[in-house]
């Protein structure tokens, strides 16, 4: 039995992962994949991916790239969700800021520099025509740390996944004031380049057993009462959230990558741009 790590964050579009681990499927193929959640994030996963802690991440399109260029020594396996991710902007419930205008020049909570969270802030900001290079941010490292920073007045608005912080714009800790969906498909599979070059052959019997899952996911029965009730939230949330997501089974297309990468150099995140052959499976 191949024991293998994976990390990703806790969160819906990684049910079909558990889903597979639970029913022994990846057991039957001889691997014994080890899921950890990392509920800091996408920064997070590409410290433990640069220091070899773990083989394997769904991680964030812009976040993985970015790390990549930036010295990171991982390879995109292939595109997981190819829908856009749906950033909501908040602000404490109590917060005087009742729109998106009011946050330039405030302080933004991020989880991690190098994040989802520091890297659409700054896409959103250049949206916006704000001044990227005044942006103030607090890292707050979790969901939980944002929850206080934003109660506590340390930050003014956060920006996280739109229906993994419902439960806490309905409880009115949060209200969110915006949308922002990531101009590109949202998360990626990769490994490390020294775990990937070694086990080619693994690898593709791993995506094998989770893209015959995800391809039928949404046809599961009760998909949509299991995930509300897994991750909290209500079913017609869930629901329409089970409507804008659309999992992938191929590879990230070069026209995505370089959309990212050109993007990102121009947020001035990068500065040396990495060919597309060189860090894909």
């Known amino acids: 039995m191949k024991k293998v790590k ?51 991440a769904v991680i964030l399109s812009e976040g993985i790239i970015k790390d990549i260029s930036n010295g990171n020594q991982t390879t995109i396996v292939q595109e997981y969700v190819s829908s856009p991710l749906i950033w909501g902007i908040h602000v404490a419930n109590s917060s005087p800021i009742q729109s998106i205008g009011e946050l330039e020049n405030k302080k933004i909570a991020i ?10 802030a700054i896409v959103h900001a250049k949206s916006m025509n704000w001044d990227i290079s005044s942006l103030q941010f607090v890292v707050v490292n979790t969901l939980e740390g944002a929850i206080n920073a934003l109660t506590d007045g340390e930050a003014d608005y956060f920006m996280w996944e739109r229906f993994m912080t419902q439960p806490i714009v ?43 899952t995800t391809a039928e996911f949404k046809k599961i029965p009760s998909i949509d009462r299991t995930l509300a009730s897994k991750y909290n939230q209500k079913l017609e949330d869930i629901q329409n959230w089970l409507t804008l997501t659309r ?35």
Not at 111 to 120: I, K
Not at 254 to 277: A, P, S, V
Request: aromatic share 8%.
């Open 6 to 56: 994976i990390i990703g964050v806790p969160e819906h579009f990684n049910l079909p992962w558990h889903l597979c681990i639970e029913n022994g499927e990846f057991n039957e193929i001889g691997i014994d994949l080890q899921w950890e959640d990392i509920p800091e994030g996408t920064g997070k996963m590409c410290q433990l991916l640069r220091n070899e802690e773990a083989d394997l």
């Open 111 to 120: 989880s991690r520099y190098g994040s989802g969270s520091h890297l659409m």
């Open 170 to 212: 309905d409880k009115q800790i949060f209200r969110r004031i915006g949308e922002c969906p990531t101009p590109w498909p949202s998360f990626v599979i990769v490994g490390t380049n020294k775990f990937v070059s070694e086990n080619k052959s693994l690898v593709k019997h791993i995506l094998e057993v989770v893209n015959t």
């Open 247 to 281: 999992w992938s089974q191929r590879q990230l297309s070069q026209k995505h990558f370089d959309k990212i990468q050109n993007q990102l150099q121009e947020l001035g995140q990068i500065e040396t741009l990495k060919e597309y052959k060189h860090i894909i499976l």
